[in-house]
């Protein structure tokens, strides 16, 4: 495990040179703004879920208090 942190401890200043060097070109700007775009939908997704489980939760406690 030790190892394997200290390898991507040691490969950081590499991907950051590496960055620097050859820099993003308009493909991988749109590729990442469309994941990004992607990664935003889903997280919204979920929480969307997740109100509407807590929501029929609570609507499931209040009828059965109802009752």
Known sequence: MF??????IALIPVVLLLRAVIGRSKV??????DFKRQID????????MMAAAIIYSLITLVLSIWR
Request: no cysteine; net charge positive; hydrophobic share 80%.
């Open 3 to 8: 190892k394997f942190i200290s390898i991507l």
């Open 28 to 33: 991988m700007k749109r590729a990442v703004a």
């Open 41 to 48: 939908i889903l997280v919204w997704v979920i929480l969307l």
